[in-house]
């Protein structure tokens, strides 16, 4: 079976400030690997992802997450927030076929000005 | 590309009637999509599963005879919420599968509210 775990549930950063939000996953065979970004009242957006190749994936709005397979973690970081980033964010696996996904419990990120 | 509409966005309706959500993938063909309730505060809980032409596989606890999904095409699913009552107050999302790069793509989401 697989889960992921967001670490922290709510994460407040200035404007301008390294983002970090963390993803766990725990996985017997290599997943996939999502973020999802989503704005209130809205459904999810595809920030990035991982499936096979380098383990640095840069995605949308200058979010970057890197594999670490080592570490079981796929977090995401942007290196300067924007007031706009402020929304809820979703880490999520799959497996290959993507059918069976299972989302993190989501991060909400707070930019304060 | 890879684009997912919902209709409607947003639904208001009395408590006994039946109401159908739409879900459709825009730019590609989706064998599979997936239906989602989000409840504020939470994250998705899928609901079920649903394939093109088959019937649809149901997630632990969700009631088929309540929430009939159809999925007639390779780019529509519709979900429909029979004799809905307050408690089917919800956020539904969907989503759907592209074949070949095994990545869901999610709708906008409809918000349901039974009076």
């Known amino acids: 079976a697989q889960s992921v775990t967001q670490l922290g549930s709510h994460v407040s950063v200035s404007e301008g400030a390294l983002v970090l939000l963390r993803c766990n996953y725990s996985?017997?065979?290599?997943?996939?690997l999502f973020w999802y970004v989503q704005y209130p009242n809205q459904g999810l957006q595809l920030l990035l992802k991982y499936t096979t190749g380098a383990t640095l994936v840069k995605g949308i709005n200058g979010f970057e997450a890197e594999f670490k397979k080592s570490e079981t973690s796929f977090h995401l970081t942007k290196p300067s927030a924007h007031m706009s980033d402020a929304a809820e964010y979703f880490c999520a696996v799959s497996d290959i076929t993507g059918n069976q996904f299972y989302f993190g419990t989501g991060t909400s990120l707070t930019v304060i000005p | 590309g890879a684009v997912v509409s919902q209709h409607p966005s947003w639904v208001i309706c009395k408590s006994g009637t039946s109401v159908k959500i739409e879900c459709r993938s825009l730019d590609f063909q989706a064998t599979t999509m997936f239906w989602y309730r989000q409840f504020p505060k939470q994250s998705l809980m899928l609901m079920a599963t649903?394939?093109?032409?088959?019937?649809?596989?149901?997630e632990q606890g969700v009631e088929k005879d309540k929430f009939l999904i159809n999925h007639a095409s390779l780019t529509l699913s519709t979900l429909t919420v029979t004799s809905a009552h307050p408690e089917d107050s919800s956020f539904y999302i969907c989503s759907a599968r592209d074949n070949i790069q095994s990545t869901q793509y999610f709708g906008p989401g409809t918000r349901l509210l039974v009076l």
């Open positions: 996985s017997s065979v290599p997943p996939y």
């Open positions: 649903s394939n093109e032409g088959s019937k649809a596989t149901y």
